[in-house]
């Protein structure tokens, strides 16, 4: 071996002594760098003719656990998704208050009915009544606050959704930019595990916010795909993502690919499912079964107060907007009810007994006055004469009396008028105690044969999911040209332009539209309504009640009838005696029969419709109230349970991608003595072939 040799090969090692050195260096100082792997140096040794030839450096790259690392980014995605849901369904829960204690929103109403009842002791009392309508606007004042808080709840995902997407399109960006980079460096040997360890860091963040899985290429760039299979970064480069908060495409993610068009994006799990799933399910579940118990609460209140009156009866009762016309809303009734003009004191002026199975009117026990659905109006304004007078405007119907006197309705009790399963005075709202700016009663009483009475050419545009928010299908379903009700629904329903591959809709013996999936967790939502019914009427997601984005939610729209919160004594606390003629007295001070009938509410079974989680049950509406307050607090729990359990699980991934990628500082305080003692070894052989060089010299 000559001396050449024996120099050359102590350079290189010296070299690679330095280059090894550098690398332990930089593995210690990123020991806590979040994402960092650690970088090794392959060496080998140089072949030659002598007996060594040297060390030959490779490339400096990372030691990553694919597995591991794929592993932990699932991890990550799901405690991003657990960590959203959690945060915002207990602040849903804590705006319902501890149902635990008394002025826990759940225990509002049994409260209210409570104070009815003390009402009922004393009838001539406005204190225990001013009581009553007092807690009523309490009970309604905070269904709407907590009604609207979901709602900002829900604006404050849409927030947060759309911050998020913008990060992701940030961080997308950048590991493109540095595909490119990472690329260039292996191309040219320089190694590009620097670029890779801060591209890991970029891709963990990502994974908090998406799910995404990542492949290496033999190039050192990487191709990341979302959950659903679509290319988030590949070699064209960054796809860009897109969130809307109105129009068809509301509430859904939008991915648009280099070069390609806007679709629709699965997000898998992450923050962003996380949010998308409490802006499109859990918080309009919540919202709609808050709804129900409300409706429900307040048309059994309604019910109560329609079927009884006030002492002296109120001058005028103006109903509530049917969203029907005359004809069509008298249309179907039975039964009989009674319309009475009382003085202040009580007494019958004249007694007006409508049959609607004879179709007729007899005033004071006269001759019978016949009328059709289309000639109602004039025959109740004929038989009340100089007494009162009838009128219909915007869908409602209003009864008054002449002067000081009142009007007092009520029903045959052995032949009691009846249609949806409604009273005459309940299907159009007469003497309704709480009014709404919407359209409560879904039951129309429509049947399949009644022209619908819809616009024709009119769209509803509905968009068909799936139970993970996903879209299916968006349904633009055009009113046919004076149909009927059936018509209307066959339109619904169609496989081409409706919702038929997915449901149907169906119309209810009581008139009520609804629709019922073919597949589970399917749901219709109505996300845009150019429907009107006659001239100014209602569209037909309104009339009906459709789920829809464009509405308010019920909760939000009911008050306490303005006169009667300004005058507690019109509360109908007494009920009218259809026995009595005219010159005899009907209501009295001390008759406590309708408040009896209004404290009883709460004990009276009621059919929820299916709203949210819960399903279609028929209870009171203090057990439905306590299993709504139980599917809130299990919403939450699961969701802090699933919290913990996915923190955990991200915790122990990360930790084991740590392990066996990580940086060991016990590992690199060997490789550091290690490779000083290679560098001092390989200085010291140069050291040793100066000096023989010296020696060398000298002797010649």
């Given at each position: 071996m000559s001396l050449n040799s024996i120099l050359g090969a102590a350079t290189t090692g010296l070299f690679a002594a330095q280059t090894q050195l550098k690398v332990v260096s930089d593995n210690i100082a990123n020991v806590n760098t979040p994402?960092?792997?650690?970088?090794?140096v392959q060496q080998t040794p140089v072949a030659g003719t002598d007996l060594a030839g040297g060390v030959q450096l490779g490339q400096i790259t990372r030691t990553v656990d694919q597995f591991l690392q794929q592993t932990s980014l699932t991890a990550a995605a799901q405690s991003g998704s657990a960590t959203a849901l959690s945060s915002m369904l207990d602040q849903a829960q804590a705006l319902f208050g501890d149902p635990s204690t008394s002025s826990s929103y759940f225990n509002q109403l049994e409260q209210t009915f409570t104070d009815v009842a003390s009402a009922v002791q004393s009838p001539g009392s406005s204190v225990p009544r001013d009581q009553v309508v007092t807690d009523i606007q309490n009970f309604l004042g905070q269904s709407s606050s907590i009604s609207s808080q979901l709602q900002q709840l829900s604006n404050q995902a849409d927030g947060q959704i759309t911050d998020d997407v913008s990060q992701v399109n940030g961080l997308l960006s950048q590991i493109s930019q540095l595909n490119n980079t990472i690329v260039g460096e292996t191309a040219s040997g320089a190694g590009a595990a620097g670029s890779q360890n801060a591209q890991t860091g970029l891709i963990n963040q990502l994974s908090s916010l998406l799910d995404v899985k990542v492949t290496s290429a033999s190039n050192g760039a990487v191709e990341i795909r979302a959950g659903d299979g679509s290319l988030l970064v590949g070699s064209g480069g960054a796809s860009t993502l897109a969130y809307s908060t109105s129009g068809v495409t509301a509430g859904q993610l939008q991915i648009t690919q280099a070069g390609g068009t806007p679709r629709l994006l699965t997000a898998g799990s992450g923050a962003l499912q996380g949010l998308l799933s409490?802006?499109?399910?859990?918080?309009?579940?919540?919202?709609?079964?808050?709804?129900q118990y409300v409706s429900q609460a307040v048309d059994q209140i309604n019910r109560a107060h329609n079927a009884s009156t006030s002492v002296p009866p109120p001058?005028?009762?103006?109903?509530a907007n049917t969203g029907l016309d005359l004809p069509t809303a008298i249309s179907g009734f039975t039964g009989q009810t009674s319309i009475d003009i009382l003085n202040s004191s009580g007494t019958v002026q004249s007694q007006i007994n409508v049959d609607f199975g004879a179709k007729t009117m007899t005033v004071d026990g006269g001759a019978p006055l016949n009328f059709t659905a289309s000639t109602f109006l004039t025959t109740l304004n004929s038989a009340l004469g100089s007494n009162g007078s009838a009128s219909f405007s915007n869908g409602a119907l209003s009864i008054s009396a002449t002067g000081s006197n009142g009007v007092a309705?009520?029903?045959?009790?052995?032949?009691?008028?009846?249609?949806?399963?409604?009273?005459?005075?309940?299907?159009?709202g007469l003497n309704d105690l709480i009014t709404s700016t919407g359209f409560p009663n879904a039951s129309t009483g429509l049947q399949g044969t009644d022209p619908n009475g819809f616009n024709a050419g009119g769209v509803v545009t509905l968009r068909l999911q799936d139970s993970s928010g996903a879209t299916l299908r968006v349904a633009q379903v055009s009113v046919p040209a004076g149909g009927t009700m059936n018509d209307l629904v066959t339109a619904l329903n169609s496989a081409q332009t409706g919702v038929g591959q997915y449901g149907s809709y169906s119309l209810s013996s009581t008139g009520q539209l609804s629709f019922s999936p073919s597949q589970q967790g399917v749901t219709a939502t109505v996300v845009g309504d150019t429907t009107q019914r006659g001239s100014g009427g209602p569209s037909v997601s309104q009339l009906f009640g459709l789920p829809s984005l464009s509405q308010a939610p019920l909760a939000q729209s009911y008050s306490v009838r303005s006169d009667i919160a300004d005058n507690s004594s019109l509360l109908a606390?007494?009920?009218?005696?259809?026995?009595a003629t005219a010159g005899q007295s009907a209501v009295s001070v001390g008759d406590s029969r309708g408040g009896q009938l209004l404290a009883s509410v709460n004990q009276q079974v009621v059919q929820f419709n299916a709203a949210g989680v819960a399903g279609a049950v028929s209870t009171t509406l203090s057990n439905y109230a306590s299993q709504?307050?139980?599917?809130i607090a299990q919403a939450a729990s699961s969701a802090d349970n699933a919290n913990t359990n996915a923190q955990s699980i991200a915790s122990e991934a990360s930790n084991r991608l740590s392990s066996a990628d990580g940086v060991s500082l016990d590992q690199e305080l060997i490789n550091m003595t290690t490779y000083q003692q290679a560098y001092n070894a390989n200085a010291r052989l140069m050291q040793a072939v100066s000096q023989l060089y010296q020696t060398l010299m000298n002797i010649q």
């Open positions: 994402g960092y792997a650690q970088e090794v409490l802006r499109n399910q859990q918080l309009p579940s919540i919202s709609s079964q808050l709804d001058t005028t009762l103006t109903g309705i009520a029903d045959n009790p052995s032949a009691p008028s009846s249609k949806a399963g409604r009273s005459f005075s309940d299907y159009f606390m007494a009920q009218l005696d259809t026995t709504f307050a139980g599917s």
